[in-house]
């Protein structure tokens, strides 16, 4: 016993003298490791369906994987909805994110109350990127009192998504380059059938979400304002009659021309699920939808621009990487949205599909153009980019909106008249108006 336990304590030895030949370059290489200061750690927090998260995996990935002082950790919110919500508790708790997406009417209440870095400097100093690289109508957006508070990361328009196989069934051509509201109407009413003859109507020639943001291009595609200022508004002006004009067209599309779900059929299965399903032949929306649209293989798509009536107008939709005041290391967190919104980065996130680069050179690249993929048109979302108007940007903007959606969906649906409709707008959103702070000082 005694030979044996000598021979095991020899092997111990000689086990432990290999071992520390083995261990040493590992014991120098975890010294080396410990003299190095620890990454900083940047959040960012975004909102989308999974082909877009999967792209912003990437695009974290493409930036950590360069950086040697700073790491990035992704958050990923699928509900547009609960986004916001966690923005604005976790703005308030003096919690938020380093970085985040934030729309440009949604960014307004946050800058108001100074929880928002502005950037214009950052960007004034950066050899990557500069404010001449961006389509002016996106920046523009996230001016707030002479400064540049986020960098827009897309630039899109709502355009007109339809079912080439309803079209070529109905022996109806595709919409050109440019139709008129007349045309548009006509083709929605001939695309609005009974295909199975039992006295109801089971393929819509259109779906469009009953809402001001939905409404305001139609109102200045007739010469016609939504607010009183577009700087400095202090209320809205769809009581006015071009304005007026626009609103009964756009109810009109119900209740005259039945070309849309009723209130009832809408809540049964939403439009943008019948197109989906090839019932709905025509469905208004921006970029945002071609992730989940590229998925149909039941039927060939592709956009069209929208319907003109006495001058062109287009609606600006456009989100941007914003910094929270409260962030410790703001150098660190401008690297990221920096290297987020140069070619490499916005390249990245246009394979998603979701967007359109807010970089003109990314834009007029394959990398968004790419005719390998669905839309086939995609040149439409550039064309009018010129002609892209925007909504106020003020800090109550939102409540605007919300309580403005309630009386145009009443009217929409035939509740009441467009003209009660306007006035009730009017009168239920002055008090937002009376004290929203806007983009430029009072």
Known sequence: MINDLRLTIGDWRLTSHAARIILLPFLFFLASCASQPPKETISFMVFGDPAEFNAYQELVAAFNGRQEAVHVELTHVPSPQEYRTRLVTEFAAGTPPDVTLMNYRRYASFAA??????????????????????????????MWQGELMC????????????NADLF????????????????????????????????????????????LFRLAPFVWQNNAPIVDDDVNPTRLTLTRPPSLEALQ??????????VVPGRVEEASQDSESRFLAGT???????RRGVPTYREIDTFTWDVAPLPNYKTS??????DAYCLSETTANKEASWQFI???????????IASSGRTVPSLIAVAESDAFLDPSQPPARAQVYLA????????PVISTWQEIENVADEEIERAFYGDITAEEAAKLAFWRTEEYFLVGETAVTR
């Open 151 to 162: 960098i827009p990361q897309n630039i899109s328009s709502l355009v007109v998504y339809y």
């Open 113 to 142: 109350n100074d929880m928002l870095t502005p950037l214009g400097s950052f960007l004034a100093e950066s050899e990557i990127i500069s404010l001449e690289d961006f389509y002016p109508a996106a920046t523009d957006a996230f």
């Open 313 to 318: 107008a287009g609606i600006l939709h456009s």
């Open 168 to 211: 070529d069934a109905a022996g109806l051509p595709y919409p050109g380059d440019r139709w008129t509201w007349a045309e548009f109407v006509q083709t929605a009413v001939s695309l609005t059938q009974d295909t199975d003859n039992d006295g109801t109507i089971d393929q819509y020639g259109l779906g469009i979400e009953p809402s």
């Open 338 to 348: 920096e290297f987020a919104n140069s070619v490499e980065g916005q390249t990245i």
């Open 249 to 258: 067209w756009f109810t009109d599309l119900h209740n005259v021309h039945g």
């Open 280 to 286: 709905t032949a025509m469905y208004l929306n921006s």
């Open 384 to 391: 009018n980019t010129d002609a892209l108007y925007r909504v």
